[in-house]
């Protein structure tokens, strides 16, 4: 049976009654994890990063996920309820702080989302943590939008793949459907051995999760909110509680034909069965070529959705960078991308060779190694 997860993310805004409205519609639609996020805004973005126009009006992106802030108590009130509805919980740190304070909370997955995937310091730290307390005690989900296959081999070199999945992903909102090459997951699979499906984030409630299960897919993961109208960022994209109820019923349904048929035979029923419903031709632009590489939706986000190196601070040229100086954040709106965060150790007792200005990202002319 494949592990459905449904993520809340930061859909509750704070409010731990619609938090819990919202485990309560996750648990009831029939998912076995529900998903959050522990947001802290100052180990995602610079302050710098721009302004988003949202319905309130135009805000800074930096004050905007300020506003999705919540406590450590508010976190553990979540786990609690979720397992009470009978749920796994997860949760996706963004930055040490955070990570560490989940792992306080013993989660029962520990999910790193697409643009965290070259965190190398914050993945560095969940390696530490599943050495000293053990891999059974910290399962790990690897999301791999907005990234190429030596991207995903890093992390996977770093986190380890002992009680680790791995998830193919377009990070665009919403991912078109034609441009997600489920056979990915195949490819995957058989690269590094380990549990492999799909973190979906286009608008159909079928296509593309049984089409991951027709993959070999065993864990899909999508947004739900309780109305796309509501104002949580990723709302406009997430499955209402039908919606997520009736991708659960056809992901089972879709397991059901292959437990009856076989791998072979049952392969060509699903899709039989999606192409009636779809097209033949939408079902095998869907299922790809099975080549990891970038998606045209996501291409023009690679280096900035993803995590790079930036000052913190205006400095002087001949100053000598210390780690206080460099933050690995999202690049996102006006800013420009740095170097990858492998960088960083190099970078820190780097002599600046110019003025620089806060958010900037760090390039190699900036510094003397």
């Not at 910290?138 to 995903?152: C, E, F, N, Q």
């Not at 070999?216 to 709302?235: A, M, N, Q, Y």
């Amino acid at each position: 049976m494949s592990l459905i997860i449904a993520e809340i993310g930061t859909a509750h805004g704070g409010n731990i009654k619609k938090a819990f409205e919202l485990i309560d519609a996750a648990a009831n639609s029939g998912a076995d994890v529900i998903k959050f996020q522990w947001v802290y805004a100052d180990e995602i973005l610079h302050p710098n990063t721009g302004y988003v126009e949202l319905p309130g009006g135009r805000i800074r992106l930096y004050d905007r996920f300020k506003q999705l802030e919540c406590s450590p108590d508010f976190y553990r009130q979540m786990i609690e309820y979720v397992h009470s509805a009978g749920c796994k919980f997860c949760c996706s740190p963004f930055g040490l702080r955070s990570l560490d304070e989940l792992i306080e909370l013993k989660p029962d997955y520990v999910k790193i989302a697409s643009p965290e995937l070259n965190h190398f310091p914050m993945l560095k730290r969940l390696a530490e943590h599943r050495k000293r307390l053990g891999t059974a005690a910290v399962p790990v989900i690897l999301s791999s939008g907005v990234s190429k296959m030596t991207d995903i081999e890093k992390a996977v070199e770093i986190v380890g793949t002992e009680n680790v999945s791995l998830l193919h992903c377009i990070t665009s909102y919403p991912a078109p459907e034609n441009e997600y090459n489920l056979k990915v997951i195949t490819t995957l699979h058989d690269k590094f051995g380990i549990e492999c499906g799909v973190s979906d984030h286009s608008l159909d409630p079928i296509l593309v999760p049984c089409l991951s299960v027709a993959c070999g897919g065993t864990v899909i993961e999508k947004h739900i909110c309780l109305s796309r109208k509501d104002s949580g960022l990723d709302d406009p994209v997430a499955l209402e509680p039908e919606q997520f109820a009736t991708m659960v019923h056809v992901v089972h349904q879709t397991e059901a034909t292959f437990r009856h048929y076989g791998n072979e035979v049952g392969y060509e029923r699903v899709i039989q069965q999606l192409s009636e419903q779809f097209s033949r031709e939408r079902v095998l632009e869907v299922l790809g070529d099975g080549i990891k590489r970038l998606a045209p939706a996501e291409e023009a986000n690679y280096g900035r959705t993803n995590r790079s190196l930036h000052f913190m601070h205006d400095m002087k040229a001949g100053e000598v960078i210390s780690e206080k100086d460099v933050g690995v954040l999202r690049t996102e709106k006006v800013l420009t991308p740095g170097l990858t965060p492998d960088w960083l150790d190099k970078v820190v007792g780097a002599k600046l060779s110019r003025d620089v200005e806060a958010g900037e990202g760090i390039i190699l002319d900036d510094i003397v190694v």
